[in-house]
């Protein structure tokens, strides 16, 4: 018998259903919740904290081994002077707005978007296109009420469409003249907003009982990779391309956090950092992706103002230049395929490119995986091209060379005017200025160098500097001879591609997209999370707590642990419906029953639980299956055609 099939969209996405399981069974929680809780700061409970080590697992084979990455653990605490090279003390920011009354504060561009959003919505009831949302939360009710059905002129609901798709493009003023000319004002107190200002978004400190070391909490990973390029780069024996790689916390002083996982002030970030020769961006694996569709959403669109997305493979994008070169379109790939995976549902998947007033200051190009869910489309990884901007500030602040030595297979030479100074004359002549007029004529341009020499040859030359002082140069002090260079080593400061993915709103999304209750029964919520992720991969239930049973949930337990397989034993006094259903919520995909047979014959039945179908077999039989199910060499299909279906009876004696 085949396996069942499920209508898993029987009931509608209820998102307080969801939120109600996930604080029954603790996936996660605000931290400090009997304190009265800070906003932004969540606490994992057993089955977060194991779905995310599972998502984190995952990431390390997909990206770490399999495509021999070299990881890293920097500090999460940096000094001052890191962040203010790196850019991030100066731009690191948001643009905030207070509630001209109350003083509450505001991300602007959320407010924007949150308000137009919900005039929409009142345009669309009053259309009769969208009927609103039943809710039960008072606070949402109050906010609801704000967005009532009221129609908008066709040319209104034009702007505000046109406004949206291109919102991340606007600068702090734009979005101060945005909320008066639409007259946007707080949705909680229905009070005017000030002007945008700029909000640093890290947390500052201090290194050292004195307080003399100012310090900060990194916002990201990326700069203890850059930092440590040249132990790295000998590491990997000085060849290039190569890519590391770093999973940890990272901080960033949310404006007002307000929507759960998706917007925390401390997260887990994974990053890399793939390093790559600036004049050959192809990658050697493209054409392994190159095949790969993906729903892409460029820039040129936006900037129009619709949000109209294209299905292209990543080899027509990286061709017509949609995406900038192979070695981008190669991470963005890896990307969709990684998330896809681990659960994400690809329809609500999609690659958008920032546009250039959202592009973070150290990028020339990136590209957001954002994955829809009950709040629209959320960014939860970003691909950026960085350029050599990091690499090469760092070498210019520290005198560090951040560079690789490549040794050419044929040297390169060349010819060029060279200035040949008679330096006692010229300390004699100039004294302090020495040093200052070396440099002048040492940067200066083979053109002028050529002049220089014409002009020396006829008595003297002169050469001014850009405060307008001027050097007269006679061939008593200098000569200008054309030499032949022969360069065996070329050097350059490599270029950086960096996926960066943010963990938690990966991991909430998935359990939006993983949601969804019996046809039969509304109330009996399930996670259909992969076996690859889920946080328990087997539920063992014996039919009752008598003690002839407890050998064999031994045995079965020994058997699975070490299959690799994680597996649970729940006995309690309960009914092993409701136990099973227990565990539906916690997302455990299979379910393995001990009952008399189990002693007698040596039998159990295995329980899939999107389908509730059971299949029977011996005790080896079924670990056998169950370990293929979880490593994912089979999928349920298979297994049922291995095991024969259970029929609800078993002749025992």
């Known amino acids: 018998m085949a396996a069942s099939v499920v209508n898993k969209t029987a009931h509608a996405f209820d998102k307080t259903r969801l939120e109600a399981l996930l604080n029954r069974r603790f996936f996660y929680a605000p931290a400090f919740e009997i304190y009265g809780g800070v906003a932004g700061l969540y606490d994992y409970g057993p089955p977060g904290s194991s779905l995310q080590a599972n998502i984190i697992s995952e990431w390390r084979k997909h990206f770490i081994i399999e495509e021999?990455?070299?990881?890293?653990?920097?500090?999460?605490?940096?000094?001052?002077?890191?962040?203010?090279?790196?850019?991030?003390?100066?731009?690191?920011?948001?643009?905030?707005?207070?509630?001209?009354?109350?003083?509450?504060?505001?991300?602007?561009?959320?407010?924007?978007?949150?308000?137009?959003?919900?005039?929409?919505?009142?345009?669309?009831?009053?259309?009769?296109?969208?009927?609103?949302?039943?809710?039960?939360?008072?606070?949402?009710?109050?906010?609801?009420?704000?967005?009532?059905?009221?129609?908008?002129d066709d040319d209104v609901v034009k702007e505000y469409e046109n406004i949206l798709a291109q919102?991340?493009?606007?600068?702090?003023?734009?979005?101060?003249?945005?909320?008066?000319?639409?007259?946007?004002?707080?949705?909680?107190?229905?009070?005017?907003?000030?002007?945008?200002?700029?909000?640093?978004?890290?947390?500052?400190?201090?290194?050292?009982?004195?307080?003399?070391?100012?310090?900060?909490?990194?916002?990201?990973?990326?700069?203890?990779?850059?930092?440590?390029?040249?132990r790295l780069l000998d590491f990997n024996n000085g060849r290039v391309p190569f890519a590391s790689a770093q999973i940890g916390r990272s901080f960033r002083n949310e404006i007002s956090p307000r929507a759960g996982l998706l917007r925390v002030r401390e997260f887990t970030m994974a990053e890399i950092e793939h390093y790559v020769d600036p004049s050959d961006k192809s990658h050697e694996r493209f054409a392994e992706v190159s095949s790969q569709v993906l729903t892409l959403l460029d820039r040129k669109v936006q900037e129009s103002g619709s949000s109209q997305t294209v299905q292209m493979t990543v080899g027509d994008a990286v061709k017509n230049g949609v995406i900038a070169n192979e070695t981008l379109g190669y991470f963005v790939a890896r990307i969709h395929q990684f998330l896809v995976k681990i659960g994400i549902n690809p329809e609500r998947l999609r690659f958008r490119q920032h546009m250039g007033n959202e592009m973070a200051h150290y990028a020339t190009d990136c590209w957001d995986a954002e994955i829809h869910n009950?709040?629209?489309?959320?960014?939860?990884?970003?691909?950026?091209?960085?350029?050599?901007?990091?690499?090469?500030?760092?070498?210019?602040?520290?005198?560090?060379?951040?560079?690789?030595?490549?040794?050419?297979?044929?040297?390169?030479?060349?010819?060029?005017?060279?200035?040949?100074?008679?330096?006692?004359?010229?300390?004699?002549?100039?004294?302090?200025?020495?040093?200052?007029?070396?440099?002048?004529?040492?940067?200066?341009?083979?053109?002028?160098?050529?002049?220089?020499?014409?002009?020396?040859?006829?008595?003297?030359?002169?050469?001014?500097?850009?405060?307008?002082?001027?050097?007269?140069?006679?061939?008593?002090?200098?000569?200008?001879?054309?030499?032949?260079f022969k360069q065996s080593i070329r050097e350059y400061t490599p270029n950086v591609i960096e996926p960066s993915f943010g963990l938690g709103r990966i991991l909430y999304t998935l359990l939006e997209h993983s949601f969804w209750a019996r046809e039969q029964d509304v109330e009996r919520g399930v996670l259909s999370l992969p076996p690859l992720v889920a946080p328990t991969k087997v539920l063992i239930v014996p039919l009752s707590a008598r003690e002839e049973f407890a050998p064999i949930v031994q045995e079965v337990s020994s058997k699975l642990r070490k299959a690799g397989v994680f597996s649970r034993v729940d006995d309690s006094n309960t009914s092993i419906g409701k136990r099973y259903a227990r565990n539906d919520e916690l997302g455990t995909p299979f379910g393995i029953t001990v009952d008399f047979a189990s002693v007698q014959k040596r039998t159990m039945t295995l329980r899939e639980r999107d389908t509730t179908d059971q299949r029977i077999g011996s005790i080896d039989e079924v670990i056998d299956v169950v370990s293929e199910l979880v490593q994912g060499n089979i999928t349920w299909a298979h297994a049922c055609e291995r095991l024969p279906a259970y029929d609800g009876v078993q002749a025992v004696e």
Not at 427 to 441: C, E, S
């Open 68 to 152: 021999g990455m070299l990881e890293i653990d920097s500090t999460i605490m940096t000094p001052a002077p890191v962040f203010e090279t790196s850019g991030h003390v100066a731009r690191f920011a948001d643009w905030m707005v207070k509630d001209t009354k109350t003083g509450d504060v505001l991300r602007a561009d959320h407010l924007v978007g949150g308000v137009l959003e919900a005039r929409l919505a009142g345009d669309k009831e009053a259309r009769g296109q969208a009927a609103a949302p039943p809710s039960d939360d008072k606070k949402k009710k109050k906010k609801s009420a704000k967005a009532a059905a009221v129609k908008l």
């Open 167 to 230: 919102l991340d493009n606007y600068t702090g003023p734009e979005l101060g003249e945005l909320c008066r000319k639409y007259k946007i004002n707080n949705p909680d107190t229905d009070n005017e907003v000030g002007e945008p200002q700029q909000f640093n978004l890290m947390f500052a400190s201090s290194i050292g009982p004195t307080g003399q070391h100012p310090g900060y909490l990194r916002p990201e990973t990326a700069q203890g990779h850059f930092l440590n390029f040249s």
């Open 374 to 484: 009950s709040t629209g489309w959320t960014e939860c990884v970003g691909c950026a091209d960085r350029a050599a901007y990091d690499l090469t500030v760092h070498s210019d602040k520290t005198g560090h060379p951040l560079v690789v030595r490549q040794a050419l297979k044929e040297p390169i030479v060349t010819e060029k005017e060279v200035a040949e100074w008679n330096k006692k004359a010229l300390g004699k002549t100039f004294k302090g200025d020495a040093g200052v007029l070396q440099k002048l004529v040492e940067e200066l341009p083979e053109s002028e160098l050529l002049r220089l020499k014409s002009e020396l040859t006829n008595g003297s030359t002169v050469v001014k500097s850009a405060d307008g002082k001027e050097f007269q140069l006679t061939p008593e002090l200098i000569t200008i001879e054309r030499k032949v």
